[in-house]
């Protein structure tokens, strides 16, 4: 990252992490908040713009990695990113009031819902994301599962 931000500025550059993941069999490690928590740290030295957080503990309900979650954002003060099942309106709005992050991200809900705003303006409910389907072909190419979800009737406005 130092390389980076020195090359195309500190303000150009944001990272994403993932600690707690199992993705591809990924193990934990005693170390795992400590080592966290220091990237975070030399991160926040270094001046990148942002850390988008993927917090497990909303995926899995893993009580230390939210602490992991809390460790990072308390020593990374730059913008800050949060993933990880938000699928309401009032749940993204505890998120931002509270201090949690400055932003949140939706990818999943976005993925399964191509009219996920006018889904979370209406109080609509979301389709479910196929992950089988994730970054994989299908009959139709690499759009199969981002393109077949059912999108909501849209509201007739009077002129």
């Given at each position: ?48 713009v ?29 913008s ?8 309401t ?6 998120a ?64």
């Open positions: 990252a130092r390389d980076v931000a020195d090359a195309i500025g500190a303000d150009r550059v944001g990272i994403r992490l993932s600690p707690w993941s199992t993705f591809n069999d990924m193990a934990h490690y005693p170390e795992l908040d400590d080592a966290y928590t220091y990237l975070a740290a030399e991160l926040q030295k270094i001046g990148i942002y850390v988008h957080l993927v917090d497990h503990s909303r995926l899995s309900g893993l009580s230390t990695a939210a602490e992991t979650a809390k460790a990072i954002r308390r020593v990374f003060t730059n800050y990113i949060s993933s990880g099942n938000y699928t309106l009032a749940d993204i709005e505890d931002l009031v509270r201090g949690k992050a400055d932003l949140v991200s939706m990818s999943r809900p976005f993925i399964a819902n191509p009219d996920l705003i006018e889904r979370l303006r209406r109080d609509l409910p979301l389709s479910a994301p196929n992950p089988a389907t994730f970054y994989a072909p299908g009959p139709k190419g690499f759009s199969d599962g981002y393109t077949d979800y059912p999108m909501v009737e849209p509201v007739r406005r009077s002129a």
